[in-house]
C-alpha cells in the first residue's frame, strides 16, 4: 500500500469513526432517565423565551429523526447547544475553560513524555539494578494510591499546613489565578497564575513520569530480546550507541500511538485533580454538568473529546506509518 493510499484510508476511518460516535452520543443523550432533549420544557430555571427558542432551534418537539438531522446540521454549524446551568451556549463555556485546562494538562504531558520516557529507557538497560527495583517499588506503591487522594495530601501539606504554621512557602489551592490579581499587571498575573500551577501540576506529573517510564521499561525491556540488539553487541557497540541508535528508536514506535490517545485527555482535563483543586478546567466543567444533571454541556463535550480523540489517534498512525513503513503494508 502506498502513503497516499495509507493516509486516504486512515483520514476516511477517523471521519466515519467520528460520525458514528456523535451518533451514539446523541441517542444516548436522548434516552437517558427523564428525556433530557426535552428538559427545557419543563426546566423552571431556563426562561420561557430562551425555552422556546431552544425548541425551535434544536427541535425537540419533533419526532426524534428530525431532531437527529436538526443535530447534524447544528452541530457542523458550530451550535453545540445551550447550557441550563449556565445560561450560555455551551460553546463559549467550553471555550473558556479549555486555555486552563490545556496550560495544566499541556504542561504535565511534555514534562511527562520526555522524562518519563527517557527514565524507563534508562531504568530498562538496568534492569534487575537496584535502581529497576526501587523504581518497581515506588510505580507500584503510587499506582496503588487514588490521585484525588495524593491532591489531598499535598493540599494539607504544602497548602493549608504550609499556611497555618508560616512556613516560608505555601501554596494555593483554591482556582486558577487570585480575584483582582489583574490591576497589578500582566507580569503579576503570568506569576500568580504560575503559583497557582505548582500544586495540581506536581501531582499529575509525579503520576505521568511513573506511568510513562513504566510503559517505555516494558517496550525496552521487550525490544532487548530482538536479534538486532544482540548483533548490535556482537559488533562492539557500547551500551549508550545499542540503547539510543537501536534500542530506544524501535521501543518509542508504541509510544506514538499512546500520545495519540492522550489528546483527548488533555481536552477532557483530569476530572478528580481539577476538582480537588477547584480549577476551572473542562475536568472540573464535565464533574459540574455530570452534579447538575447539565446534559447539553455534557454532550457537547463529549462531542468535542470524542473529536479531538480521534484526531489524535488519526496524527498517531499517520506519524507511525512515516516512522515504520511496514505499516503500511499490512
Do not use: C
Not at 425555552?51 to 425551535?56: E, I, Q, S, V, Y
Not at 473529546?305 to 484526531?311: F, Q, V, W, Y
Request: charged share 15%; glycine share 10%; proline share 5%.
Amino acid at each position: 500500500m502506498g502513503l497516499k493510499s495509507y493516509i486516504a484510508k486512515k483520514v476516511l476511518f477517523a471521519v466515519v469513526a467520528y460520525f458514528a460516535a456523535i451518533t451514539v452520543v446523541f441517542f444516548i443523550y436522548h434516552v437517558m432517565p427523564g428525556n433530557p432533549a426535552n428538559i427545557f420544557a419543563t426546566d423552571p430555571r431556563v426562561p420561557p423565551e430562551v425555552r422556546d427558542a431552544l425548541l425551535d432551534r434544536w427541535g425537540l418537539d419533533e419526532s426524534l429523526w428530525k431532531q437527529y438531522l436538526i443535530f447534524l446540521k447544528n452541530l457542523f454549524q458550530g451550535d453545540l447547544g445551550y447550557s441550563f446551568l449556565h445560561k450560555r451556549p455551551v460553546s463559549e463555556i467550553i471555550g473558556e475553560r479549555l486555555p486552563w485546562t490545556l496550560l495544566l494538562l499541556g504542561s504535565a504531558f511534555i514534562i511527562n513524555a520526555v522524562i518519563g520516557i527517557l527514565l524507563g529507557s534508562l531504568i530498562a538497560w538496568r534492569r534487575g539494578s537496584k535502581t529497576d527495583t526501587a523504581f518497581v517499588l515506588t510505580y507500584n506503591v503510587y499506582n496503588a494510591i487514588p490521585l484525588f487522594f495524593v491532591g489531598m495530601i499535598f493540599i494539607s501539606i504544602f497548602g493549608y499546613q504550609a499556611r497555618i504554621h508560616n512556613w516560608p512557602f505555601y501554596f494555593p489551592f483554591i482556582g486558577a489565578k487570585t480575584p483582582g490579581i489583574e490591576s497589578l499587571g500582566t507580569f503579576r498575573v503570568i506569576l500568580d497564575v504560575l503559583w497557582h500551577l505548582v500544586l495540581p501540576l506536581t501531582v499529575l506529573v509525579i503520576a505521568g513520569i511513573l506511568g510513562w517510564s513504566w510503559f517505555m521499561r516494558g517496550n525496552l525491556i521487550n525490544v532487548k530480546t530482538e536479534d538486532f540488539i544482540q548483533t548490535a553487541k556482537a559488533k562492539g557497540l557500547n551500551d549508550k550507541q545499542i540503547l539510543f541508535r537501536h534500542g530506544f528508536r524501535n521501543a518509542i514506535l508504541p509510544v506514538i500511538t499512546s500520545i495519540g490517545m492522550s489528546i483527548g485527555g488533555l481536552i477532557g482535563g483530569s476530572v478528580l485533580v481539577e476538582t480537588v483543586f477547584t480549577y476551572p478546567g473542562t475536568g472540573r466543567l464535565l464533574y459540574e454538568a455530570i452534579l447538575y444533571k447539565d446534559y447539553p454541556l455534557l454532550q457537547g463535550s463529549f462531542i468535542i473529546i470524542a473529536g479531538l480523540t480521534l484526531l489524535g489517534l488519526l496524527f498517531a498512525e499517520l506519524l507511525y506509518g512515516f516512522v515504520d513503513p511496514r505499516i503500511r503494508s499490512e
